[in-house]
């Protein structure tokens, strides 16, 4: 069984930075794309970020140029540094990816953390 947990949520003001983490366990052979989505209340899911297991990533146009994400493969682990947050990132933030296991490889998500910017 695998395991997506996320961490580092919280309430921030607005211009200020959180960095989530999302640590994979479990039975894994290789963990492949991973990346955040977010959803705010009465909107969509949305990508936000996505890094190959190469390291190549691509981004959210709302979010270019203020967030990072980077994983190390060593810790099964990926992050989202996100800097100069903005009340309009208020979302529940998850983790997800492809990891493969004995089945194969699967999508995986978290359960979510909360990120909240007050202006």
């Known amino acids: 069984q695998v395991h997506l947990v996320e961490s580092g949520g919280g309430l921030v003001q607005a211009g200020g930075s959180l960095r989530l983490s999302c640590a994979v366990s479990?039975?894994?052979?290789?963990?492949?794309?991973m990346g955040w989505h977010r959803q705010a209340p009465g909107k969509q899911r949305e990508l936000v970020a996505r890094i190959t297991n190469g390291g190549s990533t691509n981004y959210a146009d709302s979010v270019k140029g203020r967030f990072t994400i980077s994983r190390d493969n060593a810790k099964n682990t990926v992050y989202l540094q996100m800097n100069s947050l903005k009340p309009e990132d208020t979302a529940v933030y998850y983790c997800n990816g492809v990891v493969t296991t004995d089945w194969g490889p699967q999508y995986y998500w978290g359960q979510g953390t909360q990120v909240t910017v007050s202006s």
């Open positions: 479990g039975s894994i052979f290789s963990i492949n794309a």
